[in-house]
C-alpha cells in the first residue's frame, strides 16, 4: 500500500479551477505542487537487521518531513497573527485574464458589477493555512505508528536478534515516541523469540517422534524378517557351486546377458538346451512350451524362472531370466542370475513370493 500525500495548490474563481499562484502581497502562501510518495508498506526483503534499521531510518525521515512541514505552516500561521491588525497593508490589483482581483487581508469574495472589470478581493491566507495545518495534522496523526508497519515485518529477524543491536536500534530513535517506540518493541522481540522457542520445541518433539516411529517400524520389520528366515526351509538339495568360467556348447544368449548366463547355469549342470533360439528372456516360456518342457507358476528348485517385463525389476522391453538355486517354504526362491548388477556379472538374490506368483517356471529335469 501506498500513501499519497498532495498539496492544495489551486484556487476556483468563477468557476473555473485556475492552477495559478494569486502573486500581489508580500506574502504567499506555502504551496506545493509536486505530489509526493512515501511507501509504508516496504517490498524489500526483510531479512537482515541492516535491512530493519535502512527501513526505519526511512520510516523516520518520512515522519521527521511530516512534522518539519507542519512547524513551516504553523511558523507562516504565527508571522501572520502578527500582523493581523496592520492595517499599512495596502491592496494590490492583479489581473487573471478579464477578471480583476483585489488581494488584500480580507477573505476572497467575487464582487459583480455591470461593468468589465471585476474587482475581487484577496482571502485573509490565514484560512487556509489553518486548512493546510489540519491536514498536516491529521497526516501526522496517521504516521505516528508507521514504524510498527516496518517492525511487523521482520518477525524472523527478531527471532535471532542480538540484545546488543536491541538497544543500539531503540536508541537510533530520533523521531517516534521514545517510550511507545521502546515498547512496541521490545515486546515484538521478545513474541518472536517466544514463538521461534515454541516452534522449536515443537518441531525437536516431532523429530523425536518420528525418529521413535521410525525405529519401532524398523524393529517390526527385522523381526518380521527374522520371522520369515526361521520359517524359511529348503525343500531341496544345493545344487553345485556356480563356475563362472564354464561355457555350454549351445549358447544363444548374448554375452554377458541374462539369457547367456541361464544357457550356462543348466548346461553346468548336465540339462543343456539344445536350441540356440529361445528369443529375447520374456519369450523363453513359450518356445519351452514348443520344445517340450513343462512350464507352469509353481517356484520349484532347479526350475528356469522366467520374468515378464517390468515384474521383481526385470527389463521392461526383455524381460529376465534366472535359475531358481533354492525354493523356501513361504513361497519365495533364491536365484541366481546374470547382467542384474552389471553386464557379464553373475549374482543372487531372492524374490519374494508375492513375485513368485507373477513368474512361469521352465522345468529342465534337474
Known amino acids: 500500500m501506498k500513501l499519497k500525500r498532495i498539496s ?12 495559478h499562484a494569486v502573486y500581489g502581497q508580500e506574502d504567499v502562501i506555502l504551496e506545493d505542487s509536486a505530489i509526493e510518495v512515501v511507501s509504508i508498506y516496504k517490498t524489500s526483503e526483510a531479512t537482515s537487521v541492516k535491512q530493519l534499521r535502512e527501513d526505519l531510518k526511512e520510516a523516520s525521515n518520512y515522519y521527521k518531513g511530516l512534522v518539519e512541514k507542519r512547524d513551516k505552516i504553523q511558523q507562516k500561521l504565527d508571522e501572520m ?5 496592520d492595517s499599512s497593508v495596502k491592496p494590490t490589483t492583479i489581473n487573471i485574464g478579464s477578471v480583476t482581483g483585489t488581494v488584500s487581508s480580507m477573505p476572497l469574495v467575487y464582487n459583480s458589477t455591470n461593468n468589465t472589470n471585476t474587482k475581487l478581493n484577496t482571502s485573509n ?16 496523526d496517521d504516521a505516528k505508528d508507521v514504524y510498527v508497519n516496518v517492525l511487523s515485518r521482520y518477525g524472523k529477524v527478531m527471532e535471532s536478534i542480538t540484545d546488543d543491536d536491541v538497544k543500539s536500534i531503540v536508541s537510533e530513535n530520533q523521531a517516534f515516541d ?9 515486546s515484538l522481540v521478545e513474541k518472536s ?6 516452534a522449536d520445541e515443537k518441531a525437536k518433539k516431532e523429530a523425536e517422534e518420528k525418529a521413535k516411529k521410525e525405529a ?3 524393529a517390526k520389520k527385522e523381526a518380521i524378517a527374522k520371522e520369515a528366515a526361521r520359517n524359511r526351509q ?3 538339495v544345493d545344487f553345485a557351486p556356480i563356475d563362472p568360467n564354464f561355457t555350454a556348447a549351445i ?9 547367456y548366463y541361464v544357457y550356462n547355469r543348466v548346461a553346468q549342470l548336465g540339462r543343456p538346451i539344445p536350441s540356440p533360439s529361445m528369443g529375447h528372456a520374456y519369450m523363453w516360456s513359450n518356445s519351452a512350451r514348443n520344445m517340450g518342457y513343462s512350464v507352469s507358476r509353481t517356484p520349484k528348485t532347479g526350475t528356469i524362472a522366467v520374468f515378464s517385463q517390468g515384474v521383481a525389476g526385470s527389463d521392461p522391453t526383455y524381460g529376465h531370466v534366472s535359475f531358481v538355486e533354492k525354493e523356501f517354504s513361504d513361497g519365495s526362491v533364491l536365484v541366481s542370475e546374470m547382467n542384474v548388477q552389471g553386464l557379464n556379472v553373475i549374482s543372487t538374490r531372492i524374490i519374494s513370493a508375492s513375485d513368485a506368483q507373477l513368474t512361469e517356471f521352465i522345468d529342465v529335469g534337474l
Not at 8 to 19: A, P, R, Y
Not at 251 to 259: E, L, Q, V
Open 178 to 186: 521514545k517510550d511507545d517506540f521502546t515498547k512496541t518493541f521490545t
Open 81 to 85: 497573527g502578527s500582523r493581523a491588525d
Open 234 to 236: 529348503i525343500t531341496t
Open 216 to 218: 519401532e517400524e524398523q
Open 125 to 140: 491566507d490565514v484560512d487556509d493555512l489553518k486548512r493546510q495545518l489540519d491536514v498536516a495534522n491529521s497526516d501526522i
Open 193 to 198: 523469540r517466544e514463538a521461534k522457542r515454541i
Open 8 to 19: 492544495l495548490c489551486s484556487m476556483v474563481l468563477m468557476g473555473i479551477l485556475s492552477t
Open 251 to 259: 549358447n544363444g544368449g548374448a554375452w554377458g546377458n541374462c539369457t
